[in-house]
């Protein structure tokens, strides 16, 4: 997906909509609070995200900024106080001297998840683990969906790009040819497979486990009848052998 770097001034319908407190974050999880950031961010005004993603330059006192840097260095202060408020006292020392709200974001990142190279590193390592993921015994479709999203998420919260919904329809499907070749094979060739998402295939699974299961009940039910007509076959059989000994 392109990025937009520049900035426009805004044409009057751009101003920001109050959301509340930001999230907050005392030092744990912070993957989790910097996608809660990301979105808290655009939902307020879309130019916000951009000034952490991008950065901004900070003009010097005699210089006299234009109306877009103007505009700019509001974005950033803007963003650059809600970041200040949203940590821990902690944590808000990490980035009480960052001139940039893109400085105090890179700082908390650098802090959490490490330099870029110890982040590649990492996404390395989770996408080995992914190459060499399978299910386990006894394990659902469902849970092993949910183990192998939170590698997925892992990977994206670091910078990875390449697990989008396609990627993990694949992977899914993939991993499940391990337990049922068939199935996965007749869902990739349903008419509008290429828009099907995560919740679509374990939908399409589940509801063929469904159907097993009463296919599965069904026999026992017929089996368990044919077994009593046997009985109640044997057991008539024996009362009329009885009754002609006592004639």
Not at 72 to 97: G, W, Y
Request: net charge neutral; proline share 4%.
């Amino acid at each position: 997906m392109s990025h937009d770097y520049t900035f426009q001034l805004p044409s009057g319908h751009g101003a920001s909509i109050h959301m509340g407190k930001p999230p907050f974050f005392d030092g744990t999880g912070y993957n989790q609070w910097k996608t809660k950031m990301f979105g808290y961010l655009n939902a307020i005004h879309k130019d916000l995200w951009k000034v952490v993603e991008v950065g901004c330059e900070i003009p010097d006192e005699d210089e006299t900024p234009t109306p877009l840097q103007q505009y700019v260095l509001q974005r950033n202060f803007q963003a650059l106080n809600i970041l200040h408020t949203s940590v821990s006292p902690e944590e808000f020392d990490k980035i009480e001297d960052a001139p940039t709200a893109k400085d105090a974001w890179d700082t908390l990142q650098v802090n959490h998840q490490g330099s870029r190279k110890v982040r590649e590193s990492r996404i390395k390592t989770l996408k080995d683990e992914l190459s060499l993921f399978s299910m386990k015994k006894d394990e659902s479709v469902k849970e092993m969906y949910n183990r192998m999203k939170k590698i997925t998420n892992q990977i994206k919260s670091l910078g990875g790009d390449k697990w989008g919904d396609r990627e993990i329809v694949d992977k899914l499907l993939t991993v499940y040819m391990a337990r049922d070749v068939t199935l996965p094979s007749l869902i990739r060739a349903e008419r509008g497979f290429k828009h099907f998402t995560a919740e679509n295939i374990l939908g399409r699974i589940e509801a063929h486990h469904d159907q097993l299961r009463r296919v599965k009940i069904n026999q026992d039910l017929a089996e368990l009848q044919e077994q009593a007509a046997k009985n109640n076959g044997i057991a008539l059989q024996a009362s009329s052998k009885g009754k002609e000994k006592t004639n």
